[in-house]
């Protein structure tokens, strides 16, 4: 292990899942309260469509996934607003068709040679140094912004009428957060892939809320767990050779059960 | 002449091309107590969302302390508002302060934390409802009553002139209830609000409050020289009633709808 720790490529995956870990856990509070872990899936598969532009464009798909995840989930959220969909009907056909013009881009753009598998699944063992930059600079917008408007998402998650009645721009903080998810998941993408990213925003969050009774504990629950399925993961998954994405979500949700027994023992 | 907190002209509120609420046309005074009675259905809620401004009306106008609602909720709420089922998530991770504090932040604006002084308003409200021991609980553990006085002090920290209060009785027991309708008696002396307590809980409201308001599904309400309930009633052939306390005596009769 000490061999592993003393390699590049071990070191930046394990800077990387630190930081997704923070952003992924404090975010997940907030899905869980909100009950957004299905929109948060919707936004992980829309993903693929910008990735694929991306390679189809050749451009850097960071950003053409960022664009076509925040544009989805304007999209769902103006549907829901309008009230013409419901918000899971909206959800489901965006993402689908998301997907399918995903598929469709990576078939124009020929090129077989990119990693689909580790935009699907995760490669954080690959990532290189920009990634960890382009990580890591999301993650001190995604927490700023976090800490700058706590208490109104704590509020909007807690009664969005009563906080619209009292001032708060609620329409604003809703795109604003989709805006935060679809950052997130994006980067997320590296560590777990486009398929498994919605774990990292509904588990932690889930799991925490089974272990406390406080929101700031359970924010510290939450991304510690992340932090701590994140580490052990990558053990494991060098140790016994297994895909370190999967590794990891299957910790999470191990915790999650655990999480639940305690729970319903402390509980009756 | 008192200022009138609430001012309706000729509301219409159409949901999927189906009136809720028609032709209503409504006066409430500053200081008021107001009860709006009505059977499920006749629209009760939907009247204080377009108060609160959280409805657009179809068609009218109404003004609440001479101005749009949807602009008023920026000027530093001047409506405090309990609504019907507050705890929407039972074991949400905040606690009693946290919520009450919570109607301050639309004073406190985006971005900064609640000061000393929010949590002194806090404390203080609380201590008005008489559950400041439970402070630092969890808001899921409290019992429906308590829970109804938490968000009553949350409403109350809003520093609100006019209070609008929707159902604040329903999961109540009968003495809870009238208890409750007291303490609101108390606090509205006190703190010189306007009042509107939505229910259909006709005996209990007509007790405690100044003036019943009835409103039934399609609905018109008039204020009015006290012309009479069978008089409003041929007029407009529906159970619509604005019963002034002393001038008429305080019986409701509701038609069916």
């Not at chain 1, 935060?180 to 590296?190: D, T």
């Not at chain 2, 657009?56 to 609504?83: D, Q, W």
């Amino acid at each position: 292990m000490s061999e592993l720790l003393a390699m590049g490529f071990f070191q930046r995956a394990v800077a990387a899942a630190l930081l997704l870990s923070l952003i992924c856990g404090a975010l997940s509070v907030f899905v869980v309260l909100r009950r957004m872990a299905f929109i948060g899936v919707g936004i992980s598969h829309s993903a693929f469509g910008g990735v694929a532009l991306g390679f189809l464009l050749k451009v850097n798909p960071l950003w053409t996934g960022i664009a076509f995840s925040v544009l989805v989930a304007m999209l769902i959220e103006l549907a829901r607003a309008r009230g013409r969909l419901e918000e899971d009907t909206a959800i489901g056909i965006f993402f689908a068709a998301s997907m399918a013009l995903g598929v469709v881009f990576l078939h124009l753009s020929r090129t077989y040679n990119v990693d689909v598998f580790g935009f699907l699944f995760g490669n954080i063992l690959a990532i290189g140094w920009r990634q960890v930059v382009e990580i890591l600079v999301v993650s001190v917008a995604v927490l700023a912004a976090i800490a700058v408007f706590f208490k109104e998402l704590v509020f909007l998650s807690f009664d969005e009428e009563m906080a619209w009645v009292s001032g708060v721009p609620v329409t604003a903080l809703r795109y604003f957060f989709l805006v935060l998810m679809a950052m997130v998941v994006i980067v997320a993408i590296y560590l777990v892939g486009i398929i498994l990213v919605s774990a990292l925003l509904v588990i932690p969050g889930a799991l925490a809320g089974n272990l406390t009774r406080h929101i700031r504990a359970m924010a510290a629950v939450s991304v510690g767990a992340a932090a701590g399925s994140c580490l052990a993961g990558l053990a494991v998954s060098a140790v016994l050779d297994w895909p370190s994405g999967a590794t990891i979500v299957l910790l999470l949700a191990l915790g999650f059960f655990g999480s639940s027994f305690l729970r319903g023992r402390r509980f009756g | 002449m008192k200022t009138l907190a609430i001012r309706i002209r000729d509301l219409w509120v159409n949901f999927n091309h189906t009136p809720a609420l028609e032709d209503i046309d409504l006066d409430i005074q500053e200081g008021r107590y107001v009860g709006i009675l009505g059977p499920n259905g006749a629209g009760k809620s939907t009247l204080l969302k377009v108060i609160l401004g959280l409805i657009t009306p179809s068609r009218g106008e109404v003004l609440v302390f001479g101005e749009n609602p949807r602009k008023l909720r920026h000027a530093g709420s001047l409506i405090g508002y309990l609504p019907q089922r507050p705890l929407s998530h039972p074991r949400f991770p905040v606690s009693v302060m946290d919520v009450v504090l919570m109607g301050r932040y639309g004073r406190i604006g985006l971005g900064r934390r609640p000061g000393r002084e929010d949590y002194e308003i806090a404390k203080a409200n609380l201590a008005r409802l008489g559950i400041l021991h439970l402070a630092d609980r969890p808001i899921g553990e409290l019992s429906g009553g308590e829970q109804q006085r938490v968000f009553i002090a949350r409403a109350l920290s809003m520093e609100p002139r006019l209070l609008v209060l929707d159902e604040p009785t329903i999961f109540l027991e009968p003495c809870a209830k009238d208890e409750l309708y007291e303490i609101m008696h108390g606090i509205k002396e006190e703190m010189n609000l306007t009042v509107l307590i939505v229910s259909h809980d006709v005996g209990a409201v007509v007790q405690h409050v100044d003036d019943v308001v009835c409103l039934n599904r399609r609905v018109v309400v008039h204020e009015a020289p006290p012309i009479g309930r069978l008089a409003l009633e041929s007029t407009f052939g529906c159970s619509v009633e604005y019963l002034f306390h002393g001038e008429i005596p305080h019986r409701v009769v509701r038609r069916d709808v």
